[in-house]
């Protein structure tokens, strides 16, 4: 089975702190992703990695910044934090798109629960 | 781009009743996934299902790719079904992908 983990379920941080959340997948997978969930909002893409120190920003990259140094490990770094920052953030991990359709099959974390004061 | 919507938003059950989620997409996709996501807020992988009709237990869901609906069948529902249910389509434009949710049918089935 794949698994996704993320290194806290929970985090209360202060406006201005620099945070870091950590993904790590564990099934070689390519791609990988960082959406932010908010009541009434949906899901939303910040940024994705389709390779080893790739990025590419999603819908909502402002206030955000990324790093793949490994394969199996995707960083969101909010180099400021903001209240508004407050949300549920979820890291997905997906192989890459290819010619087979299964590749696009997606596998979220846990989540974690950022509260910014 | 492509537009994914979910009906109905907001569903109660009695628990043992059955129920049937849709979700519409806009135009062609790559593939479709069915989500639970749960109280705790993890997304659970239900089905993942591009075209054609798979079983799991109490859930079934079937894609009509040519007619661009899916459905999710939930039977005798359990308290542990309640949660947020999502579709996701995959779609391709100009060689990228690209993941698009819906929004969502939250469930609730009480005992």
């Known amino acids: 089975d794949v698994k996704v983990t993320q290194s806290s379920r929970y985090l209360v941080k202060r406006t201005g702190e620099k945070v870091f959340l950590e993904c790590v997948q564990d099934?070689?997978?390519?791609?990988m992703f960082w959406y932010r969930q908010d009541p009434g909002l949906g899901l939303r893409l910040i940024y994705f990695?389709?390779?080893?120190?790739?990025?590419e920003k999603g819908d909502i990259p402002e206030g955000y910044s990324v790093s793949r140094e490994k394969k199996e490990r995707f960083s969101l770094i909010l180099e400021s934090a903001s209240t508004n920052q407050t949300s549920m953030y979820l890291c997905a991990s997906s192989l890459r798109p290819g010619v087979a359709a299964s590749y696009n099959e997606q596998f979220f974390g846990p989540g974690t629960r950022l509260t910014v004061l | 781009g492509i537009q994914v919507e979910q009906s109905p938003p907001d569903l109660i059950l009695q628990e043992g009743a059955n129920s049937t989620l849709r979700c519409n997409f806009s135009?062609?996709?790559?593939?479709l996934q069915w989500f639970h996501q749960n109280p705790w807020g993890q997304l659970i992988n239900l089905f993942y299902?591009?075209?054609g009709t798979k079983q799991n237990g109490r859930l079934s869901a079937t894609t009509v790719a040519t007619e661009r609906y899916s459905l999710l069948y939930i039977s005798s529902s359990q308290t542990t079904d309640s949660g947020v249910y999502f579709c996701a389509v995959v779609a391709s434009t100009s060689g990228t992908y690209k993941y698009i949710f819906g929004t969502g049918t939250r469930l609730k089935v009480l005992a």
């Open positions: 099934m070689d997978h390519e791609n």
């Open positions: 135009d062609s996709v790559n593939n």
């Open positions: 299902i591009p075209s």
């Open positions: 990695s389709y390779d080893v120190k790739m990025k």
